[in-house]
T-cell receptor, first 114, second 113 residues
Framework: SQTIHQWPATLVQPVGSPLSLECTVE??????LYWYRQAAGRGLQLLFY??????ISSEVPQNLSASRPQDRQFILSSKKLLLSDSGFYLC?????????????FGEGSRLTVL | DQQVKQNSPSLSVQEGRISILNCDYT??????FLWYKKYPAEGPTFLIS?????DKNEDGRFTVFLNKSAKHLSLHIVPSQPGDSAVYFC????????????FGPGTRLSVLP
């Protein structure tokens, strides 16, 4: 099975500061990669997904961006954080060209914007 | 508009009894469904899936039932154990090859000893 590493696990940032969350995947190649956000008391909202290096699809317009510089690396960024960016961010992976099966999730990154 | 709904935010069940978690969806194109379990401050872990060609899938204590005409699925846990206490998410996709999984808001299950 796949292992997803996310860091940092916890982050407290002031409004207007930049953000970088990193995710790496082990145990598979050519995965589909995803960033989800769980806001307090809400479900998981898909932010971005990627089917390959440099290929990013955005599901929700916002001040966040994603990049995939390597096959098994996925980065979530922001140039200027908003209060509404607070939440629990989850990176997920799924088998790529085989295309089927479940998502494997990382442990999550808790972001608090003050 | 939520495409995947879990109308019970919370559920309490006695240890040893059955837990039934419900999920409804509105998109008739969804045909692959998954259940995830999530503990606080951790990522969700996969429990069980079902595709629309089936109406039931079983794995140990977990059984998922799908009623396509009603656009409804349910997760049964029998017998319930205190370690099952967690938030359960239902997720749906337009196919098992689909890129986008849509998640419900979750149901918090508490199994009382």
């Amino acid at each position: 099975s796949q292992t997803i590493h996310q860091w940092p696990a916890t982050l407290v940032q002031p409004v207007g500061s930049p953000l970088s969350l990193e995710c790496t995947v082990e145990g598979t190649s050519n995965p589909n990669l995803y960033w989800y956000r769980q806001a307090a008391g809400r479900g998981l909202q898909l932010l971005f997904y990627s089917v390959g290096i440099g290929q990013i699809s955005s599901e929700v317009p916002q001040n966040l961006s994603a990049s995939r510089p390597q096959d098994r690396q996925f980065i979530l960024s922001s140039k200027k954080l908003l209060l509404s960016d607070s939440g629990f961010y989850l990176c997920a992976s799924r088998r790529g060209r085989a295309g089927t099966g479940e998502l494997f999730f990382g442990e999550g990154s808790r972001l608090t914007v003050l | 508009d939520q495409q995947v709904k879990q109308n019970s935010p919370s559920l309490s069940v006695q240890e040893g009894r059955i837990s039934i978690l419900n999920c409804d969806y509105t998109n008739s194109m969804f045909d692959y469904f998954l259940w995830y379990k999530k503990y606080p401050a951790e990522g969700p872990t996969f429990l069980i899936s079902i595709s629309s060609i089936k109406d039931k899938n079983e794995d140990g204590r977990f059984t998922v039932f799908l009623n396509k005409s009603a656009k409804h699925l349910s997760l049964h846990i029998v017998p319930s154990q205190p370690g099952d206490s967690a938030v359960y998410f239902c997720a749906a996709s337009e196919s098992s090859y689909g890129q986008n999984f849509v998640f419900g808001p979750g149901t918090r299950l508490s199994v009382l000893p």
